[in-house]
């Protein structure tokens, strides 16, 4: 099975920046896209930002220019590094990933999602 694990939430006062890392494990072939979700309470969940394999971002109008995805291929983790946070930004941060794995000695498509990572922005 793939697993995606998560970390680097908590709370940060307003200005502050925190580091969200997202670690791939199982028996993965290869990663397409690698992103990050985030859902606040009682709204849907929404793409913050995601990267393709060749390198391409993607990024939500409300973060752009304080948040930067980034990703080590190598340890198929991928980082969101947020600066500038706002409390709007307070919501549960999900890991989300495109990938081709092995189950049951057959390659298939994946999209795998981690379990989230609660950010908090308040003072």
């Known amino acids: 099975q793939v697993q995606l694990v998560e970390s680097g939430g908590g709370l940060v006062q307003p200005g502050g920046s925190l580091r969200l890392s997202c670690a791939a494990s199982g028996s993965i072939f290869s990663i397409n896209a690698m992103g990050w979700y985030r859902q606040a309470p009682g709204k849907q969940r929404e793409l913050v930002a995601s990267?393709?394999?060749?390198?391409?971002?993607n990024y939500a109008d409300s973060v752009k220019g304080r948040f930067t995805i980034s990703r080590d291929n190598a340890k198929n983790t991928v980082y969101l590094q947020m600066n500038s946070l706002k409390p709007e930004d307070t919501a549960v941060y999900y890991c989300n990933a495109d990938l081709r794995a092995w189950v049951t000695g057959i390659l298939r498509y994946l999209e795998v999602w981690g379990q989230g990572t609660l950010v908090t922005v308040s003072s």
């Open positions: 990267q393709d394999s060749g390198g391409s971002t």
